[in-house]
Nanobody
């Protein structure tokens, strides 16, 4: 199986920055798309940013120009650099990866989530 371990969340003042990391490990043959989602209390989970294995990216309109997603394929790791944070960015952030396992099965995996809290 595959484990996704996130790190980098925390409490920051509005206008500040945080960088999230998510490392994948396990019986991995290949990782295709990777992404970050977030879920605030009482709201549905939403896509924040995604990146393909080739490096193409897309972002939610609410974070364009402030957040940047990147990945290190050699380390099976995806990052989310978050700048100019706003209180409305407060949420639990989840990493997602589309993975082909060494025995051929392809599936989506999720991390456990990391909390980001932005104070005004």
């Amino acid at each position: 199986q595959v484990q996704l371990v996130e790190s980098g969340g925390g409490l920051v003042q509005a206008g500040g920055s945080l960088k999230l990391s998510c490392a994948a490990s396990g019986s991995i043959s290949n990782i295709y798309g990777m992404g970050w989602y977030r879920q605030a209390p009482g709201k549905p989970r939403e896509l924040v940013a995604a990146i393909t294995s080739g490096g193409s990216t897309n972002y939610a309109d609410s974070v364009k120009g402030r957040f940047a997603i990147s990945r290190d394929n050699a380390k099976n790791t995806v990052y989310l650099q978050m700048n100019s944070l706003k209180p409305e960015d407060t949420a639990a952030y989840y990493c997602n990866a589309n993975v082909r396992l060494t025995y051929g099965v392809k599936s989506d995996y999720w991390g456990q989530g990391t909390q980001v809290t932005v104070s005004s």
